[in-house]
């Protein structure tokens, strides 16, 4: 499951997976072009990266970024 939260003037990019596996989520052009600063527990990484097109998580793990303004 991957989907995007837009709440004033932030948005947040979300992953997660339910399975025993960890499936590759490719990301639509518009996210993919994007750099994100991921969420590392408690608060977002101060370095932003780019995604290059997808994202992975792993077996019932999930992922989170903010786009880097």
Do not use: I, S
């Not at 097109?53 to 999930?62: A, I, L, Q, S």
């Amino acid at each position: 499951l991957v989907f995007t939260r837009e709440v004033a003037d932030e948005l947040v990019l979300v992953a997660v997976n339910l399975t025993d596996t960890a499936p590759v989520f490719e990301l639509p052009e518009g996210l993919a072009a994007r750099n994100w600063q991921e969420w590392e527990g408690d608060r977002f990484a101060a370095r932003a990266q780019h995604l290059d097109g997808e994202v992975k998580v792993g077996p019932c793990g999930y992922r989170a970024w903010r786009a880097a303004l």
